[in-house]
């Protein structure tokens, strides 16, 4: 059974700092994993989506890589503003589930 | 483009009572669509998928069913809700495919559900 862990449950940064977010599955039978962003009492916003095949997405200042061998996946987030504070949750896709990590909640601190 | 509906936003139900929680998604086809729980201080948990009319696969034994009733429209139902139904209900969808969780899925605004 795929268990998801995201470590540190909570980041507080300033502003302009670059920083990463860690995520760690056992199960390395995965289609892909996805990572989301979710702003208090908000739904999912989905931010990268990397396939099993793949080592890493870009998308503006963020950058996720996935590390299957390793069960290792890291979101790194450029020059860090306030608007980027929320929690980020990663997730992993397989078989017939999706499994999510507590998530890491961000506060940049302007 | 497609966007994704839920409502309501937010609900407060005695124990006991029934529970409908409509999601509609607009601008494609056969979506695959799921339910999720996120209780307070935990991650998300998947409840049900469907990737066809009518088609409802359960991942977790509960007091929650769900229904397909149209080919974008998922129900999340309950006939006597228990005080650990509370929480935050969302929907999602992913463009078709034979296997569920397969591809890139985008979720709802949510329902904050409270069980009193």
């Known amino acids: 059974k795929q268990e998801v862990t995201q470590i540190p449950a909570a980041l507080s940064v300033p502003e302009g700092e670059n920083l990463v977010l860690n995520c760690s599955f056992t199960d390395s039978a995965i289609y892909n994993l996805q990572w989301f962003r979710q702003d208090p009492g908000k739904g999912l916003t989905s931010l990268l989506l990397i396939q099993s095949s793949q080592r890493e997405q870009t998308s503006g200042r963020l950058n996720a890589s996935l590390d299957k061998s390793s069960g290792r996946s890291t979101l790194y987030i450029a020059a860090s503003q306030p608007g980027d504070s929320a929690t980020y949750l990663c997730?992993?896709?397989?078989?017939?589930?999706?499994?999510f990590g507590a998530g890491t909640r961000l506060t940049v601190k302007p | 483009s497609q966007t994704i509906h839920q409502w309501p936003a937010t609900l407060v139900q005695p124990v006991g009572s029934p529970l409908s929680l409509e999601c509609t998604v607009e601008g494609t086809s056969n979506p695959n669509l799921y339910w999720y729980r996120q209780a307070a201080g935990r991650g998300l948990q998947l409840l049900f998928y469907?990737?066809?009319?009518?088609?409802i696969s359960s991942e977790v034994p509960q007091n929650l069913s769900a229904s397909r009733p149209q080919d974008r429209q998922f129900i999340l139902s309950s006939k006597k809700l228990l005080l650990s139904d509370s929480g935050f209900y969302l929907c999602a969808w992913s463009v078709p495919g034979g296997r569920a969780h397969a591809y890139e899925q985008y979720f709802g605004p949510g329902t904050r559900l409270t069980v009193t």
């Open positions: 469907s990737v066809g009319i009518g088609q």
């Open positions: 997730a992993t896709s397989g078989g017939n589930d999706m499994r």
